[in-house]
T-cell receptor
């Protein structure tokens, strides 16, 4: 069964450093998402991406964040200068195109980001 | 502020019983609703989706939706210890191009032997 994959599973970085989190969405999916979950809190939407551009972003997704689809398979989240409060689990999700197909989003296993 | 509300629990049920999980949402125009299961330290796993009023059954799981009351629930029949997890209710918005999911805080379910 196709699944979303994410690397690395755990990333430790120092405050102020740049990190790139990587995701490979399900191959025939066209909508891609990043969510995060701070320990003990709810899953929060960060950004959605379709047709090589951001379609929606939350207030969390400020200028320190960026997303990119560098090739036909990868989808990345970059945090330019990490802060302690960026420590969280970051989940990538994908779904099929809207018309005539299910609207379900499928989540990857996540990357645990620890900023020290 | 569009919200999704869930009782955080824990909800404890004996093995073999029916577990009932509830969720309310504030955005009346929401159309799509999802239940995810999340084991500790893992990612959300989709269990059910429901788009129309009424019941939708899939194996031991039944999702129920009442848009007039802005209420969605998940019933788990014949609960097993492996069902012990946090159950997340998620609502898909209509606004915004990507149709993000808004999650509740989740209800922790414990199925006891």
């Amino acid at each position: 069964e196709p699944e979303v994959t994410q690397t690395p599973s755990h990333q430790v970085t120092q405050m102020g450093q740049e990190v790139i989190l990587r995701c490979v969405p399900i191959s025939n999916h066209l909508y891609f998402y990043w969510y995060r979950q701070i320990l003990g809190q709810k899953v929060e939407f960060l950004v959605s991406f379709y047709n090589n551009e951001i379609s929606e972003k939350s207030e969390i997704f400020d200028d320190q964040f960026s997303v990119e689809r560098p090739d036909g398979s990868n989808f990345t989240l970059k945090i330019r200068s990490t802060k302690l409060e960026d420590s969280a689990m970051y989940f990538c999700a994908s779904r099929a195109r809207l018309a005539g197909t299910p609207l379900e989003q499928y989540f990857g296993p996540g990357t645990r980001l620890t900023v020290t | 502020q569009k919200e999704v509300e869930q009782n955080s629990g824990p909800l404890s049920v004996p093995e073999g019983a029916i577990a009932s999980l509830n969720c309310t949402y504030s955005d009346r125009v929401s159309q799509s609703f999802f239940w995810y299961r999340q084991y500790s330290g893992k990612s959300p796993e989709l269990i059910m989706s429901i788009y129309s009023n009424g019941d939708k059954e899939d194996g031991r799981f039944t999702a129920q939706l009442n848009k007039a009351s802005q209420y969605v629930s998940l019933l788990i029949r014949d609960s097993q210890p492996s069902d012990s997890a946090t159950y997340l209710c998620a609502v898909r918005g209509l606004t915004g191009g990507g149709n993000k999911l808004t999650f509740g805080t989740g209800t922790q379910l414990k199925v006891e032997l």
